[in-house]
């Protein structure tokens, strides 16, 4: 890993104050299947697409004030308000927080929820989960035509972008892109792809970190899967023809890194520079001590998802290590980290002690801290 002495003194919020407190704010309410009330627009050959999402500033007028900006992705339910809801509130356990940080909670509606739901003549959407979430292009329907399409994380590129142009936050010190279960699915792959640290802001000086959020699955950068004869989570091999008979695509993307064909986002990065790149990036894997059910009704449960383990903590933990395996135990910068007691439940994650952590820089009482970045 990097050697701390190498890095920028990020501030640690003290201990004390808001410990125990978890303070209430006049925060919208909107009904889970409610769009949140702004548009971030894309410019698509000539056509405009547009993504809703809620926050709490303009994300278009400079603002000098703003230091973080936090995302909070929403899983298969497509509930971004209350996703931006959940955010909020952790916020509000932080002293000072919300005086300084730009909360944003993005949209991503698959086609179907766009056909039960009113959506504006603009508004953007993805023939799939899959779709939405690993970097698909946007689809069209009869009831909502779109004559262009645009990936998902082509989308979020050019919003962060605009989010760095140097003259709108000025005084923006880091990004955390928040993503849980289908949005950890969504960060997991977006972290590892995304040129827009490299290029856009990490010259700007402003740090990013990813958390994946217990997702249900993750897309493994090689063939290697844990070795199902060694009775650990730690051991990994390309597995053999008579192991993966029935299941010759396990290695597939989104499961992993081959067939990039019919994901242009992807294709276009291509697996080297996604390997690279994903070891370099800050990573937080995070997940519910108690997110353990093998019969959860969102689970995958498909042969390549269950190659992965037998459910999302089981997937996260042998996951982690095979990022150690991967590239060695001090060749990254990822870290794991678990919530006691805690399902899968987006708002107990954001507004544990651990959450506060990773996404405000907050340690009112947990050991991490100083947290290494």
């Known amino acids: 890993m990097t050697d701390d002495r190498t890095r920028p003194a990020w501030r640690i919020v003290p201990a004390g104050l808001a410990a125990a407190l978890f303070l209430l704010v006049a925060i919208p309410a909107l009904d889970a299947q409610e769009l ?21 500033l303009p994300i278009d007028q400079a603002n000098p004030n703003v230091r973080r900006i936090v995302f909070s992705i929403h899983g298969v339910a497509t509930n971004a308000g209350v996703y931006y809801r959940n955010m909020m509130a952790a916020a509000e356990r932080v002293p000072g927080a919300l005086d300084e940080t730009l909360v944003i909670g993005p949209k991503l509606m698959t086609r179907a929820f766009a056909n039960s739901n009113d959506i504006g003549p603009t508004d953007v959407f993805w023939n799939t989960s899959s779709g939405r979430f690993w970097g698909g292009e946007s689809g069209s329907s009869d009831q909502h035509s779109r004559s262009v399409s645009v990936s998902s994380f082509e989308i979020f590129d050019r919003m962060l972008t605009d989010l760095l142009a140097p003259g709108l936050f000025p005084n923006l010190e880091v990004i955390v892109m928040a993503g849980h ?33 217990q997702p249900s699955t993750h ?22 023809p008579s192991e993966v008979e029935g299941c010759q695509g396990y290695n597939r993307y989104g499961s992993g890194l081959e067939g990039l064909d019919g994901w242009t986002y992807m294709e276009n990065i291509g697996p080297e520079r996604m390997i690279e790149q994903y070891r370099q990036r800050d990573v937080i894997y995070f997940h519910g001590m108690n997110d353990s059910d093998p019969e959860d009704s969102q689970l995958a449960r498909g042969c390549a998802a269950m190659m ?66």
């Open 36 to 56: 949140c009330p702004e548009r971030y627009h894309v410019e698509v050959e000539g056509e405009r697409l547009s993504l809703p999402y809620c926050s709490n």
């Open 181 to 213: 279960s289908g949005g950890g699915q969504f960060m997991n792959r977006y972290a590892m792809a995304s040129p827009v640290e490299d290029e856009v802001a990490r010259p700007r000086g402003v740090h990013m970190r990813y958390v994946v959020a």
């Open 219 to 240: 897309t493994y950068l090689t063939a290697d899967r844990v070795d199902p004869t060694s009775r650990t989570r730690s051991s990994f091999r390309v597995p053999e």
């Open 308 to 373: 992965q383990g037998a459910h999302r903590l089981d997937r996260g933990i042998t996951y982690y290590n095979y990022i150690h395996h991967l590239y060695g135990s001090d060749g990254h910068n990822h870290r794991i980290s678990f919530v006691a007691r805690v399902g899968h439940d987006n708002g107990r994650m954001w507004a544990s002690e651990q959450g506060l952590l990773h996404i405000f820089d907050y340690a009112p009482t947990i050991s991490e801290a100083p947290y290494r970045r």
